[in-house]
C-alpha cells in the first residue's frame, strides 16, 4: 500500500484538510460486497457530502446504510432523499430517539449482515475520517487473516488535525493509555471509530450482547476481537476535525467511556 501524506509541520491559522488519494484495487477486491455504517444525529451539513464522496470511489458493490437517531435537523429525511438518487446503494434506518452510537451500530451492523455484506466498514458521518483511505482498509483486509482493520491515528504515519487544541489531544492520549493499561490490549487507538471489519468476526463477536451506548462501543468492540482471537491490524490515517455541526461528546458519555473498560475486563473474565 503507498505511504501515508504527512501533515505540514507548522500549521496555518486555516489548516489545510488533507484528502488521500484512494488506492486503486485489484479484482476480485474492488468488487467485494463491502457496506459503510453511518449512524447520524444532526448530521444534515455532512451526509450529502460524505455520501457523494463515498459513491465516488471504484467500489462497485459499495453499499450505505444510514442509522439516524431522529435527528431534529432534518438529517434523517435527507438521507430518505439520498436513498432515492441511489437506488439499491443506500438504505436508512430510522430510529425513534438518539439511543447512543453504540446502539445505533448495532442496528446499522446488523442490517449490513443480513443485507449479505462480506465487510463491514464504520465511519463518522462528520468527515472526520477521510474517504480516500476506505480502499485501503479494504485492500488491506483482503491481503492479511485480519478480523478487523483500525485507521489509526496513533500508529507511525498517523495524525491529528492541526485544529485540535493540547487540551483534546492530551485527553484522547490519556483516554487510550488509560484503556490499553486496564485491558492489556495490543492496540495502539483503541478508540478509533474509523475501521473494517470481516463479517465472520462480526458474527464471532456477538452484536446483540454488546452492552456499551456511547463511544465506549469502540473500545468494547475492539476488546472483544482481542479476547476472541481476532487478528487486529492498524492502518496510520490523518483524523481530521469537522467543520460543520456539533461534537456529540458529553458529560455521561465520558463518564461510560472512563467506567466501562473496567466492566469488560471483569465481564470477559467471568467469560472464561
Known amino acids: 500500500m503507498p505511504s501515508q501524506p504527512t501533515p505540514p509541520e507548522h500549521a496555518s491559522a486555516a489548516p489545510v484538510r488533507i484528502t488521500p488519494e484512494p488506492v486503486a ?69 430510522h430510529r425513534t430517539r438518539k439511543d447512543g452510537l453504540g446502539r445505533a451500530y448495532v442496528e446499522g451492523m446488523t442490517r ?65 493509555t488509560y484503556v490499553k493499561t486496564v485491558l492489556s490490549i495490543p492496540v495502539q487507538d483503541v478508540t478509533a471509530g474509523f475501521k473494517i471489519w470481516r463479517a465472520s468476526a462480526l458474527e464471532v463477536l456477538d452484536l446483540a450482547s454488546i452492552e456499551s451506548t456511547g463511544y465506549a462501543f469502540q473500545v468494547e468492540m475492539h476488546y472483544r476481537a482481542f479476547r476472541r482471537g481476532q487478528k487486529i491490524m492498524e492502518i496510520p490515517i490523518h483524523f481530521e476535525d469537522r467543520l460543520v455541526g456539533q461534537s456529540k461528546l458529553d458529560g455521561a458519555v465520558a463518564l461510560e467511556a472512563a467506567l466501562r473498560p473496567l466492566r469488560l475486563r471483569r465481564a470477559e473474565n467471568a467469560r472464561r
Do not use: C, F
Not at 458493490?61 to 436513498?83: F, Q, Y
Not at 483511505?133 to 485507521?151: C, F
Open 112 to 176: 449490513a449482515l443480513a443485507d449479505g455484506a462480506d465487510h463491514v466498514v464504520q465511519m463518522d458521518a462528520d468527515l472526520s475520517h477521510p474517504v480516500g483511505y476506505v480502499p485501503q482498509l479494504l485492500g488491506t483486509l483482503h491481503s492479511t487473516n485480519a478480523g478487523v482493520v483500525i485507521g489509526s491515528r496513533y500508529v507511525p504515519g498517523g495524525s491529528l488535525s492541526a485544529a485540535w487544541g493540547l487540551r483534546r489531544r492530551l485527553l484522547s492520549g490519556w483516554a487510550n
Open 25 to 93: 484495487l485489484p479484482e476480485p477486491w474492488r468488487s467485494s460486497a463491502l457496506t459503510v455504517v453511518v449512524p447520524t444525529y444532526d448530521e444534515a451539513g455532512n451526509l450529502p457530502v460524505l455520501v457523494a464522496q463515498l459513491m465516488a470511489l471504484d467500489l462497485p458493490r459499495l453499499r450505505i446504510v444510514v442509522v439516524d437517531d431522529n435527528s431534529p435537523d432534518g438529517t434523517g429525511e435527507i438521507a430518505d432523499k439520498l436513498a432515492v438518487e441511489h437506488p439499491g446503494r443506500l438504505s436508512v434506518v
